[in-house]
């Protein structure tokens, strides 16, 4: 069984960074393509940005280019800069075990976390 454990949620300022991770427990991380949602209240769960496992391709949505980064190596990770209120959400991990596509799609993928909320005071 695979769990995803995130960390790294908290109550910022707007324009400060916070640096999410997740961990995969339970099998081979190599086997992934992994992704961040998030969702705030009120609305649906949004994707926000994606990565491969053979060779790091990145997609992001255009609500956090330029300043959201993620990343990989046995945790992935997103990094995220010059926050904004609008960023308040929690934000999810997910992981897939199909094809290696940096997809954008819920359906994608089979695994989720547990989610960590994020904060961003004006």
Do not use: H
Not at 2 to 13: I, P, W
Not at 72 to 81: A, I, K, P
């Amino acid at each position: 069984q695979v769990q995803l454990v995130e960390s790294g949620g908290g109550l910022v300022q707007a324009g400060d960074s916070l640096r999410l991770s997740c961990a995969v427990v339970g099998r081979t991380f190599n086997m992934y393509s992994m992704a961040w949602f998030r969702q705030a209240p009120g609305k649906e769960r949004e994707f926000v940005a994606s990565i491969t496992w053979k060779d790091s391709y990145t997609r992001y949505a255009d609500s956090v280019k330029g300043r959201f980064t993620i990343s990989r190596e046995n945790t992935v990770y997103l990094q995220m800069d010059s926050l904004k209120p609008e960023d308040t959400a929690v934000y999810y991990c997910a992981a897939s075990t199909e094809i290696d596509v940096a997809a954008n799609y819920e359906d994608f993928y089979d695994y989720w976390g547990q989610g960590t909320q994020v904060t961003v005071s004006s």
